[in-house]
């Protein structure tokens, strides 16, 4: 198995998992903040799926599908198009709202098919080249997409804790 299969099939069980959290849920599950002050479901899908957007149009020198393919105007966020809810007060996560699922599949699923269109390119040499030089070390294409894939999952299992919690 070469690297870009590893991280293809990586991306994929993202997509299994932000599916498998959000199918079948009520807008009033999927805006639910446990205790009232939680993250949402809405938020980590909306938030993962911006960071991966950002991260990977980055890095392959694309236009984000969150504003190119009309997914800020669809959603009608009362925040800045270029916010990806890093550092959100809980005030702001309170304004990522929607009203079904199906528009936070769209959005993930259409991030989803251009990081696959960017994997599938990718050869084991095209992984360590640097992407971010505003750290020390700087950031290779490798380091980054390991990035996104941690802070993804990371996130779509705290959903997935959120809907049992919702759900009960």
Excluded at 30 to 47: C, E, K, M, T
Aim: glycine residues 10%.
């Amino acid at each position: 198995m070469r690297s870009q299969d590893v991280l293809v099939e990586a991306y994929g069980r993202i997509k299994e998992e932000v599916h498998a959290v959000v199918d079948g849920l009520t807008a009033d599950d999927l805006n639910a903040r446990v205790g009232g002050g939680a993250n949402s479901i809405s938020w980590l899908v909306w938030h993962l799926t911006r960071v991966q957007d950002d991260h990977v149009a980055d890095a392959f020198g694309l236009d984000q599908v969150w504003p190119a393919q009309g997914w800020a105007d669809r959603f009608k966020l009362d925040l800045p198009h270029e916010d990806t809810g890093y550092g959100h007060s809980s005030e702001q996560v309170g304004k990522v709202r929607v009203d079904s699922g199906d528009l936070l599949l769209g959005y993930y699923d259409a991030v989803h098919d251009q990081t696959l269109a960017c994997l599938h390119g990718v050869g084991d040499a095209a992984l360590d080249r640097v992407v971010d030089e505003n750290w020390d070390p700087p950031v290779t294409l490798g380091v980054r997409l390991a990035s996104v894939l941690s802070d993804d999952l990371q996130h779509v299992g705290q959903a997935a804790f959120v809907r049992g919690l919702v759900t009960g």
